[in-house]
């Protein structure tokens, strides 16, 4: 299994930046991609970045040119830099990982528990 431990949320106004981190940990497997979810109250979980091992992201329309998804094979981290935040923003941020895992091969996705952004208008 994988677990994943979020950190960096926080609260910050309106214009601010954050930097989330998540980070995987387990044994017998390998990352094949990390990303990030937010869900406002409300709200379906939607997606905000994901990126591959090998360094292929993908962003929702909403953070493009604010948001930055990067990945740090060696640690098994992925972070997510937060610019120019807006009250929107304002949601719980869920890690997810890809991961192949052995005995027997396979890939599972895994979830964190999730960490608050407040954003201050």
């Known amino acids: 299994q994988v677990q994943l431990v979020e950190s960096g949320g926080g609260l910050v106004q309106a214009g601010g930046s954050l930097t989330l981190s998540c980070a995987a940990s387990g044994s017998d497997f390998s990352i094949n991609a990390m990303g990030w979810y937010r869900q406002a109250p409300g709200k379906q979980r939607e997606l905000v970045a994901t990126?591959?091992?090998?360094?292929?992201?993908n962003y929702a329309d909403s953070v493009k040119g604010r948001f930055t998804i990067s990945i740090d094979n060696a640690k098994n981290t992925v972070y997510l830099q937060m610019n120019s935040l807006k009250a929107e923003d304002t949601a719980v941020y869920y890690c997810t990982a890809g991961a192949f895992l052995t005995k027997p091969f396979r890939l599972n996705n895994f979830w964190g528990q999730g960490t608050q952004v407040t954003v201050s208008s």
């Open positions: 990126i591959t091992a090998r360094g292929s992201t």
